[in-house]
């Protein structure tokens, strides 16, 4: 083998006698293999093990993953503390108007990743909704009834039926005292 100047970290080169043939090309990255004038399968390859869960991404909405900053229940709003990990949003603090990303999909400790959507549907059997909008309420809870002691309105979506939620994060409204 030649040497042969690395320009990126990730290149490899694979030189022989032969032309080289390109087995796969992905973006950036492309598998070189010289072969000679008879190339032979020796076996079909086969499905490995699935990956690692992916970031979530449901049909028809909008979701992303953090870092539960506390135990965190699931089916409840949170806000982002830092940009990375959230916790519980509350319609009576004012700092949490701006900032509620939306539902958390399952529960999770503190320190692990939580699943957030932000829009689209979400259904859960533990719910009784009436039509009309649902707001954020205290501790993440969804309501339909604003809490007296509320700092602000936030329409985090509207009940498709007594079960399911379509989440359409509004805009928060700050109210008078």
């Known amino acids: 083998m030649n040497d042969v100047e690395q320009t990126e970290p ?5 030189e022989g006698d032969a032309p080289a043939l390109v087995l796969e090309q992905i973006n950036e990255c492309a598998v ?3 072969a000679g004038a008879e190339l032979t399968v020796i076996t079909v390859g086969e499905q490995g093990p699935p990956g690692p869960k992916g970031v979530p991404g449901p049909a028809g909405g909008s979701a992303l993953q953090k870092v539960a900053a506390v135990p965190l229940s699931g089916h409840r709003l949170v806000f982002s ?3 990375t990990a959230v916790t519980y ?3 009576s603090q004012l700092a949490n108007r ?3 990303l939306g539902m958390t999909l399952g529960a999770a400790e503190a320190g692990d990743p939580v699943d957030i ?3 689209g549907e979400v259904a859960f059997e533990g719910w009784s909704w009436n039509d009309g909008p649902v707001f ?3 501790d993440g809870q969804l309501t339909q009834s604003l809490p007296q002691d509320a700092a602000f309105s936030l329409v985090v979506g509207f009940a498709m039926n007594a079960t399911t939620v379509f989440l359409d994060m509004g805009v928060a409204i700050t109210l008078e005292a």
Do not use: E, P, Y
């Open 81 to 83: 503390t830092d940009g």
């Open 32 to 34: 070189t293999v010289s």
């Open 117 to 119: 959507q932000r829009s």
């Open 98 to 100: 701006g900032n509620t």
């Open 136 to 138: 954020l309420g205290h």
């Open 89 to 91: 949003a509350d319609c």
């Open 10 to 14: 990730w290149a490899v080169a694979v």
